[in-house]
């Protein structure tokens, strides 16, 4: 069995991309409101600050504050993704080891995490969360894309309207500019 080694730093921020088992699904937007619900859900119970995050057709990237002492984001991703494919009917073809598991076909197993370092680091990631719309062609300015945090940050004065930012590519949990 693989060990799946995650940095826990306590109160610490990540960085996540989480996907669909089918990725080329448009099941996070086409049930936006019930997949909000699942977050929303679960951050009652469990708190964590949501420093940005933005919902693709298939995947999602965000970054997540949890409280001072708490490193069990595993734990509330799990959580998300029950509620959110418990508000879905089943619909969805399974392969037999899902299938003999009791296990749904909504999500992959694993999500992608990478701990922020500092605020560079935090920086580039919210930089990398608000441009991805635009990096994979769903739209030709980031502000077009609604299912996102940006224009909470644009609200806040953090990023102009217009802003595109510079490409950027995560590689191995570094962000450069391209």
Known sequence: MPDYRR???PG???FFTVNLLE???HLLLEHID???DAVRKVR???PFHIDAWVVLPDHTHCIWTLPPGDTDYSSRWKAIKIAFAKSLPKTERLSAVRARKGERGIWQRRFWEHT???ERDYANHVDYVHINPLKHG???QVSNWPYSSFHRYVAAGMYP????GEMVELQAGERTSV
């Open 7 to 9: 940095n826990r730093v």
């Open 12 to 14: 610490g921020t990540y």
């Open 23 to 25: 990725r080329h699904s």
């Open 34 to 36: 019930l997949f909000r």
């Open 44 to 46: 009652a119970r469990h």
């Open 116 to 118: 922020i370092r500092d």
């Open 138 to 140: 769903m739209v030709q």
């Open 161 to 164: 309207h217009d802003w595109a």
